[in-house]
């Protein structure tokens, strides 16, 4: 079975160049009205294949109506909904290359009389195109899909073998509807995938996520409205700027001097059909308002006031596919003041931000815990077009202060950290084709001065630049066009304060990194490289300090349009103080993508190899995987593209793995790609 099997992947090709060299010479008849409400039937050859019959379209007076044919013993048959115009109309049957081109197999020419009597449709005014026109503008759509179909037909030493027939797929799709004042737009995404273990939703087709949202412009305001998933853009203490699934509606002013949305939202992240609006369940749901207001200006740059408020249930954790047994309860209130100056070049911001909030409802205590947080931010550009040496450049200081609670927490920001009091100063600066940044920052907690609590304090020193040169010539040229870049880190943490008779651990460390790292790209080469130096120096009583050296070094080349090679290897040293161990790992990767015959036959092959040293010896690691694919259609914007493929995989270990029962274990997967890249619009 698995002998004839890979003899009929290996035909199919064949089989269709055959049919398509038949086809050429396919003969075919029209006969015009052949039946009751049947304008035409074309009679095909008897001995017409399969594959020559779905590449096989119909137009009419330049129109394909392929799609409108019935086929009936073994001819087309085309009943139109209405009868056509009178007079003369061509009729041409083509054959489908997998090139994208076509062969006109048939050209007939049929006459449609005016029969006295005949009803026909009113045909629009210029009023009525008009007003159809102003109504509805344009369309667009989009839809990138993907199928696989794979079929294990070889396999050995696999301990956890996955099923021998296997479907996956994506896709996403987009739409925009627009008239003179208003917008449509929807998108979404959807997954297909047999195996559970590997879903994402644990359902073998689902969707990801979607959104969906209109805007209509009127003559004092603007309104939307977004269902799925969609950001409320309030980027503050209180709200994080991620994106949730649920529904929020929008108003606002032509002005923008007064701004309100109303929402109800998922506190945490799902995807999936399971609660598609986001909405439906009140044990997970926050809702709440917002409102933005330039009392004095219109103006861009004057200042600005945003109040916030949401309440509602839900776990803030996890990917929203399982249901959890904590519920946490929560409410808060933030307002953000914002002013600029000086064109934009001085930006003033403050905020603060509160919260009440019951972890867990599971514990019938009903303690809602009453918290506060503030922060304070300014940037200055203090030069404006400015130019030094012939170079464009450009500064940017500022300062930011945040003070979190011990205990703040808001359901509408999970990510957000707490029991934080920090002072931050950073500099950007620009000249040319030089760009450095530095950020120093001073941060203790224990905000709420905890007497059982020590006071840790964390003063930090980073930076980090980058220089791109210009194309090189002469003596130079082989190094293309090379860039530099520089990163680190300067950390020290320590205790400020020790409350008495605390039993913990003391706490004294200095952490430092640096890395330094480049490339360049020259003709059809490309190279790049970094090297991290990271010490983690612990003066406590732990003994936990680590030392690590990490290289990596990367290279790739075109050779042609036809071949690209690929390579890139990590070297790692990591040395821990408390054991006086050391580790050594080596990973080295190298790839090839070959088109064998253009737009039919391409190839690829990929190799990797993990070595470990030292005290953590453990068995090496080989893993190659390849993959032989055939174009059988070439997938447009109007119709899809079809590839056969073997792709397999082979590891060799010297004991066993999760994915391998022996020393070489290996599997190989006859494919079937269907890919549809379709779009259009009026």
Known sequence: MKHRLRYLILLIPLLAHAALARADALQAELVPNPGSGQLFMIVLPDDIDI???????????????????????????????????????????????????????GNWQITQPDEPGQSRPAQPDAQQIAAAEQWLRAGTYSSNNS?????????????????????????????????????MNAQANYLLQTQQALSLTGETFDIGEYALSSQHQGENIHTGVN?????????????????????????????????????????????????????????????????????????????AVTAMYYEGEGSTAGLGITEFSSISKGSGWGLKLEKSYWQGRLNLAAEHAHSRFNPDLNDNTNLMENSDAWRVKMDVRPFSNLVWRDQPADILLGADYQRIDTF?????????????????????????????????????????????????????????????????????????????????????????????????????????????????????????????????????????????????VAASRQVSDRLSLNSDIQYGIFDTEAEGLRSISTNLNMGMQALLIPDKLDFSLNYNVNLARGDHDIPDRHFINAQIGWTLLKATQTKPGVVLALRGSMENNDETTLQSTGRDGYQIFAVLRINAPLAGGF
């Open 227 to 303: 269902l799925g998933h969609h950001s409320l853009r309030l980027d503050s203490l209180l709200f994080a700027s991620q994106q949730r699934r649920g529904l929020s509606v929008q108003a606002a002013g032509n002005n923008n001097r007064l701004a309100t949305q109303f929402f109800a939202l998922r506190p945490d992240a799902i995807v999936g059909a399971r609660h598609l609006d986001g909405i439906s369940d009140p044990r997970s749901r926050i809702q709440g308002l917002s409102s933005r207001i330039q009392p004095f200006s219109e103006d861009a740059n004057a200042l």
């Open 408 to 552: 703040f927490a808001s359901m509408a920001n999970p990510g957000l950290a707490a029991d934080r009091d920090v002072a931050s100063v950073f500099s950007d600066i620009y000249w040319g084709k030089l760009f450095a940044n530095l950020q120093l920052s001073h941060e203790t907690n224990n905000v709420d001065q905890l007497e059982a609590m020590p006071t840790d304090r964390l003063r930090s020193l980073s930076w980090s630049g980058g220089y791109s040169f210009d194309q090189q010539s002469g003596s130079t040229a082989w190094l293309g066009t090379p860039y530099l870049q520089l990163s680190g880190l300067i950390g020290r943490l320590d205790r400020q304060t020790t409350p008495e008779n605390y039993q913990g651990f003391e706490t004294n460390n200095l952490a430092e990194s640096l890395t330094l790292g480049g490339g360049a790209s020259y003709q059809k080469w490309q190279w790049s490289g970094s090297y991290t130096h990271a010490d983690f120096d612990d003066r406590s009583e732990l003994g936990a300090g680590t030392r690590s050296r990490f290289l990596s």
């Open 51 to 105: 594959l020559t019959l779905t590449r096989l379209a119909v137009e009419m007076d330049g129109i394909d109506i392929t799609a409108f044919l019935s086929f009936e013993e073994g001819n087309f048959r085309y009943s139109p909904p209405e009868p056509p115009a009178a007079g003369q109309h061509s009729i041409r049957l083509v054959l489908l290359k997998p090139d994208g081109s076509s062969t006109l197999l």
């Open 147 to 183: 199928l696989e179909a794979s079929y294990r037909i070889l396999d050995h030493n696999l301990s956890a073998a996955p099923d021998r027939l296997q479907l996956t797929g994506a896709g996403v799709s987009t739409a925009q509807l627009q008239g003179q004042s208003w917008q």
